[in-house]
């Protein structure tokens, strides 16, 4: 449970914060100075700080200083009323998280506090790499294969430089948890870590979420405020899905690779800022930039070090690992103890192509794990989870010819040779029918049916394809 540390002298305000916030959720202290909480500080390490300007003795932002020096990391957000909004902006650009306006907006407010408890969440549980499939870490890289193994050395090579560095790979390859193992290696691990997600911002407030801006940039800016960018100062800023950044502040983002510095919006001074940026993708960034949607320069700045994360179809070795972590991850979340898998479920896992990669597989064994309630997980289980799979976010309303055309587009880049048409149409057959495999839990009568085929039609095409797939356990006759 997360404990959040409120530092109020108003009586009422802390025992109404205390009130809401364990509704939420959350676990709560209060103290009624700064001096108090300081001192409450180190003694317990909160998740999250919430603290108010206006203190007597020590004011809110020596307090907030006091705190900073203590656990630079530690989220702390500031409460303050309009017109005294100076002393918070000055706050945040020496690294508070945020800040909150009296009178509050509960919505508002209770979102900043989520968004502050992920980030502490993010900067201090550490993900375990090449981490055994009963590790308890909360998060951890699982995979042994070749590949994995890659990605582990380029992880410890890059993360004690200060380079740029780009993460690319499918949706689901875990590309945010290398970002993090990134962070928790390098040089800057004990300064924050700001997770900026460019698709879950509007493009309008992209901008100056970032960057900030100055009393009357726009309509609505009625006092100064410090962007993401000068809040991150000496920290880690992670650029999530930056395939997604509009064309506009491209340039502004290679202008603070280039030089450095930033400018808020209707700012005319550039504002040093010295924040190592990773930022990640599964865009084709090549075809952005064929279709004037991403910018050249900005592409080279980003790639001088990148990471290119496998998909999990090119690593199916590690299925079998990840099952066990997962299956053991979430029994122990719902409280039972890790029911086992039959292997003919196993095989079913093992031999499906992932679309969704490793976030597809997790999912797939939460749910077979719920429903399951305790018994070992079997093929029937797995099947049913796997076709009321969520559908995949970046592809979902995309007609399943144009996915095709896509594929077929890539499939015919990547092979070479004589036989190139006879090679991609032996693969989609193969994978067509694995698929209906899959989808009637290896049973060949209904798969043929799925198919549209007689039993021995299939059969054949088995053979011809040489596919090598488990007979099932439950045939009809
Ligand atoms: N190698 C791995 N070992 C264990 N868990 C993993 C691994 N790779 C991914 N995951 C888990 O799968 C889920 C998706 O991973 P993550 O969010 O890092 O993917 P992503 O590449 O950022 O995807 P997207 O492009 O959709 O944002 C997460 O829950 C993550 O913990
Ligand atoms: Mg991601």
Same mark, same amino acid.
């Given at each position: 449970?997360?404990?959040?540390?409120?530092?109020?002298?108003?009586?009422?305000?802390?025992?109404?914060?205390?009130?809401?916030?364990?509704?939420?959720?959350?676990?709560?202290?209060?103290?009624?100075? *700064?001096?108090?909480?300081?001192?409450? %500080? +180190? @003694?317990?390490? !909160?998740?999250?700080?919430?603290?108010? /300007?206006?203190?007597? =003795?020590?004011? *809110?932002?020596?307090?907030?200083?006091? %705190? +900073? @020096?203590?656990? !630079?990391?530690?989220?702390?957000?500031? /409460?303050?009323?309009? =017109?005294?909004?100076?002393?918070?902006?000055?706050?945040?650009?020496?690294?508070?998280?945020?800040?909150?306006?009296?009178?509050?907006?509960?919505?508002?407010?209770?979102?900043?506090?989520?968004?502050?408890?992920?980030?502490?969440?993010?900067?201090?549980?550490?993900?375990?790499?090449?981490?055994?499939?009963?590790?308890?870490?909360?998060?951890?890289?699982?995979?042994?294969?070749?590949?994995?193994?890659?990605?582990?050395?380029?992880?410890?090579?890059?993360?004690?430089?200060?380079?740029?560095?780009?993460?690319?790979?499918?949706?689901?390859?875990?590309?945010?948890?290398?970002?993090?193992?990134?962070?928790?290696?390098?040089?800057?691990?004990?300064?924050?870590?700001?997770?900026?997600?460019?698709?879950?911002?509007?493009?309008?407030?992209?901008?100056?979420?970032?960057?900030?801006?100055?009393?009357?940039?726009?309509?609505?800016?009625?006092?100064?405020?410090?962007?993401?960018?000068?809040?991150?100062?000496?920290?880690?800023?992670?650029?999530?899905?930056?395939?997604?950044?509009?064309?506009?502040?491209?340039?502004?983002?290679?202008?603070?690779?280039?030089?450095?510095?930033?400018?808020?919006?209707?700012?005319?001074?550039?504002?040093?800022?010295?924040?190592?940026?990773?930022?990640?993708?599964?865009?084709?960034?090549?075809?952005?930039?064929?279709?004037?949607?991403?910018?050249?320069?900005?592409?080279?700045?980003?790639?001088?070090?990148?990471?290119?994360?496998?998909?999990?179809?090119?690593?199916?070795?590690?299925?079998?690992?990840?099952?066990?972590?997962?299956?053991?991850?979430?029994?122990?979340?719902?409280?039972?103890?890790?029911?086992?898998?039959?292997?003919?479920?196993?095989?079913?896992?093992?031999?499906?192509?992932?679309?969704?990669?490793?976030?597809?597989?997790?999912?797939?064994?939460?749910?077979?794990?719920?429903?399951?309630?305790?018994?070992?997980?079997?093929?029937?289980?797995?099947?049913?989870?796997?076709?009321?799979?969520?559908?995949?976010?970046?592809?979902?309303?995309?007609?399943?010819?144009?996915?095709?055309?896509?594929?077929?587009?890539?499939?015919?880049?990547?092979?070479?040779?004589?036989?190139?048409?006879?090679?991609?149409?032996?693969?989609?057959?193969?994978?067509?029918?694995?698929?209906?495999?899959?989808?009637?839990?290896?049973?060949?009568?209904?798969?043929?049916?799925?198919?549209?085929?007689?039993?021995?039609?299939?059969?054949?095409?088995?053979?011809?394809?040489?596919?090598?797939?488990?007979?099932?356990?439950?045939?009809?006759?």
């Amino acid at each position: 449970m997360s404990h959040i540390l409120i530092i109020d002298d108003d009586d009422q305000l802390r025992k109404s914060f205390h009130k809401l916030l364990t509704q939420e959720g959350y676990d709560t202290g209060s103290a009624a100075s *700064g001096e108090a909480g300081v001192a409450m %500080i +180190h @003694q317990r390490c !909160p998740d999250v700080v919430i603290l108010d /300007m206006r203190l007597p =003795g020590m004011n *809110g932002f020596e307090t907030f200083s006091a %705190i +900073h @020096q203590i656990e !630079p990391k530690l989220p702390v957000i500031i /409460m303050t009323a309009y =017109g005294s909004t100076e002393t918070a902006i000055e706050a945040t650009k020496m690294g508070a998280f945020d800040y909150i306006l009296k009178p509050f907006d509960i919505p508002d407010m209770l979102a900043i506090i989520r968004q502050a408890v992920e980030a502490s969440r993010f900067m201090r549980s550490p993900i375990e790499m090449n981490g055994a499939p009963d590790s308890a870490a909360q998060d951890a890289i699982i995979g042994r294969s070749a590949s994995m193994q890659e990605i582990y050395k380029a992880i410890g090579r890059v993360a004690s430089t200060d380079a740029t560095v780009l993460i690319r790979g499918e949706s689901g390859t875990g590309k945010e948890l290398v970002a993090r193992a990134v962070y928790q290696h390098s040089l800057r691990a004990d300064q924050p870590f700001l997770v900026i997600n460019c698709v879950a911002i509007p493009d309008t407030l992209l901008e100056s979420e970032l960057f900030g801006y100055e009393k009357g940039a726009f309509t609505g800016a009625n006092h100064r405020r410090a962007g993401k960018l000068e809040q991150a100062n000496g920290g880690t800023v992670f650029l999530d899905e930056i395939g997604d950044m509009p064309f506009s502040l491209q340039s502004k983002m290679l202008r603070l690779l280039q030089e450095r510095s930033i400018e808020r919006l209707g700012g005319r001074d550039p504002i040093p800022v010295d924040v190592r940026i990773i930022a990640a993708t599964n865009r084709d960034l090549e075809s952005a930039i064929e279709a004037g949607r991403f910018r050249e320069d900005l592409y080279y700045r980003l790639k001088v070090v990148t990471i290119r994360l496998p998909a999990l179809r090119e690593r199916s070795g590690d299925i079998a690992l990840l099952s066990e972590y997962f299956l053991s991850k979430f029994s122990r979340e719902v409280g039972m103890d890790c029911p086992g898998m039959s292997p003919d479920a196993q095989a079913l896992l093992n031999r499906h192509v992932w679309p969704g990669n490793v976030r597809e597989l997790a999912n797939t064994i939460q749910k077979a794990v719920i429903f399951n309630r305790g018994a070992p997980v079997s093929q029937e289980d797995i099947a049913i989870a796997i076709r009321e799979k969520i559908p995949d976010k970046n592809t979902h309303d995309e007609p399943y010819d144009q996915l095709l055309r896509r594929c077929l587009h890539q499939a015919l880049t990547d092979y070479s040779g004589d036989n190139v048409f006879d090679a991609i149409m032996d693969q989609v057959a193969g994978i067509l029918i694995g698929e209906a495999l899959n989808l009637s839990a290896g049973n060949r009568s209904r798969a043929a049916k799925l198919l549209g085929l007689s039993r021995p039609t299939l059969h054949a095409k088995i053979e011809k394809y040489g596919l090598k797939f488990e007979t099932s356990v439950r045939e009809d006759h």
